[in-house]
């Protein structure tokens, strides 16, 4: 299995600002995925990062909004820009395993104020 | 369309007692994950059903997988408070590229 942190683990910020979440695996993946999860749902796919290539946004996420970078196999960032009170959720970064199972990281818990 | 479905969403249950959690889907997979998630936590995978007749027990947990009726269950026997949580199914479903559609998660409480 892999092991996956996320920075940072938990932000407060404002309105109209951006935040920028960090996803760092142990091993080198070809393949993450960004998940936000708002309190009390369950889990809303983002985005799927490949290395290498553009990623791939989901119905209702858009590049301005939801920036990501993936610089190499082993890391990944995810923007959250122009925030508002409603994107206050748990973001979360995973990979797949063999068996098409996913690995999560910790979660960053953001909330805007 | 693709859909995973959990019931009950909520079950609020006293230790000893058993209970069951289903997990039902829209089209033809044949691999199913269930995973916990504790308050403020991650998720930590408890299972993975990758046929159908798949049976898995970890403890106090046991999950099977019935991919003839898109059916799978949670089965919990003689509850304790340590595994309140809630619960999420997801499935992979052919061609979808690792994807998983997950579930609306059942949030379990066990009372002492």
């Known amino acids: 299995s892999a092991v996956i942190s996320q920075k940072p683990s938990r932000d407060i910020c404002q309105r109209g600002t951006s935040l920028t979440i960090q996803c760092q695996v142990d091993?080198?993946?070809?393949?993450m995925f960004w998940y936000r999860q708002q309190p009390g749902q369950s889990l809303t796919l983002i985005a799927t990062?490949?290395?290498?290539?553009?990623?791939?946004?989901e119905s209702g996420f858009v590049i301005d909004k939801f920036p990501i970078s993936r610089p190499n196999l082993t890391f990944s960032t995810l923007t959250v820009s122009n925030m508002s009170p409603e994107d206050s959720s748990i973001y979360l970064c995973s990979v797949p395993g063999l068996l098409s199972e996913q690995y999560f990281g910790p979660g960053t818990r953001l909330t805007v104020t | 369309e693709l859909k995973v479905e959990q019931n009950p969403l909520f079950l609020s249950m006293q230790e000893g007692k058993n209970y069951t959690i289903y997990c039902n889907y829209s089209?033809?997979?044949?691999?199913l994950y269930w995973y916990r998630q504790d308050p403020g936590k991650s998720l930590e995978s408890l299972f993975v059903?990758?046929?159908n007749g798949a049976v898995k027990q970890e403890g106090r947990l046991m999950a099977s997988l019935d991919t003839k009726a898109r059916l799978s269950t949670l089965h919990i026997t003689a509850a304790v408070h340590d595994l309140s949580a809630t619960y999420f199914c997801a499935v992979n479903f052919m061609d979808s590229n690792y994807q998983l559609i997950w579930g609306a998660g059942t949030k379990l409480i066990i009372k002492p």
């Open positions: 059903l990758l046929s």
């Open positions: 091993s080198q993946v070809t393949m």
């Open positions: 990062a490949n290395q290498g290539s553009e990623a791939t946004y």
């Open positions: 089209t033809t997979s044949d691999r």
